[in-house]
């Protein structure tokens, strides 16, 4: 009898997660339904380009997707566009300069709110995001889409996973922020519109090289790894704290301590074995890297700005296999793990055993990067632009 009432409770719970959940995932895709539009459209190239506007949701502080939209549309206004960004939900004007202002302080380019969304005459209106897109549809110019990820994964496999794919195949002239968007594109989706891609580049200025003294690594007891955690699955997590649990219990048993300090969500946000710093500007990014011995990100959608930040100031840089790291970076870049703690532990333990391997890897992706800038993938775009002249 007291196992029949067991079964009835499981099934009566179940039934009531399942009620809540569905109801937060009925909320969820009703709000995108409500200014979703499948519409593929016909894109007729522009007679002249001169005024170019970003669309976006709403401008936010320590964003760096929008941080990559301000750097584009800086560098493009430097080659002469008139460069706008527009926002499809309310907000004043003050607080989206006040935003942007704080992911680039020296961004070029003129903020309009959303009651200018009917009102723009745009030669060029890129979308930046699946949710802009029938916003920038709406809009007078030549639809274009600029992709700073795979944005399906950002979602279950479900109703928000298709709506998100499906924008893909609405007619927009894409362009992808590196290779790995553009082979997803093409690979899942119908596409009837070009896809392009400009390299993913970074601010040099902001992320100066510091001197570090690897070799020191053979003999030090203690280490501090900077790791960029976010809540979202397809930065692992769950996945990332555990393997950091279980490596700093390794490392304990060699008598090496090991640091966490994990930094992009709010302080509010529990984790492992470590301490979380919050959401960081950009002056305590940059202590935080110079003060640490490793950082660790997992990529495993498009990459970020991060890695490109603890790279270009020397910072050992640990990444996961399975991401999309190698797509970016040449061979030998960093440090790259499987799923496996003792995977990690044993890797980790090689370059402090033998640093001249992170001089290796050091000296492999500062040349690289030495080769990236905003101003080269700006003008990748422009040429873009004036290819549809």
């Keep these: 009898m007291i196992n029949k009432w067991k079964s009835i409770l499981k099934i009566k719970a179940k039934g009531i997660y399942h009620s809540l959940q569905a109801t937060v995932e009925k909320r969820q895709v009703n709000s995108r339904l409500a200014n979703y539009d499948p519409v593929i459209i016909s894109n007729d190239k522009p007679a002249q380009i001169q005024k170019i506007t970003f669309v976006i949701e709403r401008m936010a502080k320590y964003n760096g997707g929008q941080t990559s939209i301000l750097r584009l549309g800086t560098e493009l206004s430097k080659l002469g566009y008139q460069v706008g960004y527009i926002v499809y939900k309310t907000q004043t004007k003050a607080d989206m300069q006040e935003c942007a202002s ?14 200018y969304l009917d009102k723009l005459n745009s030669d060029i209106v890129i979308a930046s995001s699946w949710d802009t897109v029938a916003f920038a549809k709406k809009m007078k110019g030549y639809k274009m889409y600029f992709l700073q990820d795979y944005e399906p994964y950002f979602y279950s496999f479900g109703e928000l996973f298709l709506m998100a794919k499906k924008t893909y195949e609405q007619g927009l002239h894409m362009v992808s922020l590196g290779p790995w968007n553009k082979e997803m594109v093409e690979k899942n989706c119908n596409i009837i519109s070009p896809v392009d891609y400009i390299e993913f580049p970074y601010e040099s200025r902001e992320y100066p090289s510091c001197n570090r003294d690897y070799a020191s690594y053979a003999k030090k007891r203690k280490f501090t790894i900077a790791v960029y955690l976010k809540y979202y699955g397809k930065r692992l997590p769950c996945i990332t704290q555990y393997l950091l649990r279980q490596v700093k219990e390794e490392f304990k048993k060699d008598g090496i301590t090991l640091n966490i300090l994990y930094f992009g969500e709010d302080k509010s946000f529990r984790c492992d074995a470590g301490e979380n710093l919050g959401m960081l500007s950009k002056k305590e990014l940059l202590a935080l890297y110079k003060r640490s011995d490793f950082g660790m990100v997992a ?24 991401g999309t790291f190698p ?14 703690y003792k995977d990690l532990y044993l890797k980790m333990k090689e370059v402090i055993k033998k640093p001249q391997l992170l001089e290796e890897m050091h000296e492999t992706s500062d040349n690289y990067l030495k080769s990236l800038s905003w101003q080269k993938s700006a003008k990748e775009f422009s040429d873009i632009l004036n290819g549809l002249l």
């Design 102 to 115: 704080c992911n680039l302080s020296n961004y070029q380019g003129e903020m309009y709110t959303n009651k």
């Design 299 to 322: 990529s495993m959608s498009n990459i970020s700005l991060v890695p490109y930040e603890m790279l270009a100031t020397g910072l050992p840089l640990i990444e996961f296999e399975d």
């Design 327 to 340: 797509y970016f970076f040449p061979d030998n870049s960093a440090i790259l793990t499987s799923l496996s």
